[in-house]
Structures are given as C-alpha cells and as structure tokens.
C-alpha cells in the first residue's frame, strides 16, 4: 500500500514536530468546514507549503503560521484519508480533519488552524504512559 510509505514519513515530521504537552484553550466558533486543495487550505492560513509528498493519492506537505509548524495533506478519496489518519493515530499527535484533508501538529497549533479551517479534532495514541515519567 502507497500510503504506508507516506504514513511513515509523516512519522517522523510528527515526531519532530510534537512534543509532551497539552492545554484545552479558549473555544472559539467553528466555522465551516474548508474545502479544497492542499494550496488553496495553505493560502487559508497563511502558509507556504513545503512539498514532502506529491502523489496521486496524497500531497503532503510542511507548513508554518504564526501559531507555529504542522503537517498539511490532502487525499484523492475519503477511504484513503481515514486510512492514513487510522496509520498515523499510532505515532500519537493532534489532527485537525476536514472532508480529504488533515492538519497535524501541536494542540495549540490544531486549535488556532481550526479558527480558520473549521473541521474536527481527533488525538492519536498517547504513549507517554510508555516513556517511564
């Protein structure tokens, strides 16, 4: 399976960008949910994509606001992306997800793109409870 691979990678971009800590903020209104392509969510917020993967199933890409860094893909069908959010739950994480696209990152940084992008906020696994803390 292709997205594996970009599972994997995101991986390790996850891991570089998400770190022990958490904090439910003030709760902003939600808007509607955006929709469209991986430039046309990036120029939403105000980012300038950093290609890491461009296939016909999933672009992926490295993105960076204000509210700091993430992760930004986009998927050909809807079966594909909830496959890759099922794979990449297991590196842990916070997931900003719309209709065919995702935003990982930070909770801080899930929370602010949410503002903007609207969607659902799903966690990956906690592992911390493995780290001996």
């Keep these: 399976m292709r997205l594996t691979?970009?599972?994997?990678?995101?991986?390790a971009a996850l891991l570089a960008l998400t770190g022990c800590g958490s904090g439910d903020g003030p709760r902003?209104?939600?808007?509607?949910?955006?929709?469209?392509?991986l430039e046309r969510l990036a120029a939403e917020v105000k980012c300038r994509p950093d290609m890491?993967?461009?296939a016909d199933e999933i672009?992926?890409?490295?993105?960076?606001?204000?509210?700091?860094r993430f992760v930004l893909a986009t998927f050909a069908t809807d079966r594909g992306q909830r496959e890759w959010i099922n794979e990449a739950k297991d590196?842990?994480?916070?997931?900003?997800?719309g209709r065919k696209w995702v935003a990982v990152g930070e909770t801080?940084?899930?929370?602010?793109?949410?503002?903007?992008?609207?969607?659902?906020?799903?966690?990956?696994?906690?592992?911390?409870?493995?780290?001996?803390h």
């Design 5 to 11: 691979s970009a599972v994997t990678g995101c991986a």
């Design 28 to 37: 902003a209104a939600v808007p509607p949910t955006a929709t469209g392509s």
């Design 52 to 54: 890491q993967t461009d």
């Design 59 to 68: 672009r992926q890409a490295l993105c960076r606001t204000s509210d700091g």
């Design 91 to 97: 590196y842990g994480g916070h997931y900003l997800v």
């Design 108 to 132: 801080d940084v899930v929370t602010a793109l949410r503002a903007t992008l609207g969607g659902d906020i799903e966690e990956g696994t906690d592992h911390s409870a493995h780290h001996g």
